[in-house]
């Protein structure tokens, strides 16, 4: 059983930078994939971005490439998404997820793989 929990959300202005955190209850996050979803209010969730068990495979979807990076500590059980340069178009509620199943061999977008999920944190960007 993994329990992930997001946190960093806030409310700030276009331009402005935030840092989410995701933090993992399992001694085995060494292991396993961690992805980036978020979901705007009347949209599906959608792909942000995931990282690989080592921190060196990244994956970003296009709309954040450039601005969004992810990044893990495995020391502290915690995976970072780095957001930088936030429009509105980015408010949403921000889920990490880990692909368990994976075992450390993928690292994409695909809802399906994600086997964990947090409760989420709320991001929103206006002047």
């Known amino acids: 059983q993994v329990q992930l929990v997001e946190s960093g959300g806030g409310l700030v202005q276009p331009g402005e930078s935030l840092t989410l955190s995701c933090t993992a209850s399992a001694r085995t996050f060494i292991s396993y994939a961690v992805g980036w979803f978020r979901q705007a209010p009347g949209k599906e969730r959608e792909f942000v971005a995931a990282?690989?068990?080592?921190?060196?495979?990244?994956y970003l979807e296009d709309s954040v490439r450039g601005r969004f990076a992810i990044s893990r500590d495995n020391a502290k059980n915690t995976v970072y998404l780095q957001m930088s340069d936030l429009k509105p178009d980015d408010t949403a509620v921000y889920y990490c997820?880990?692909?368990?199943?994976?075992?450390?061999?993928?690292?994409?977008?695909?809802?399906?793989?994600?086997?964990?999920w947090g409760q989420g944190t709320q991001v929103t960007v206006s002047s």
């Open positions: 990282v690989g068990f080592t921190g060196s495979n990244t």
């Open positions: 997820a880990a692909d368990v199943s994976g075992q450390g061999v993928r690292v994409g977008p695909l809802e399906k793989w994600y086997d964990y």
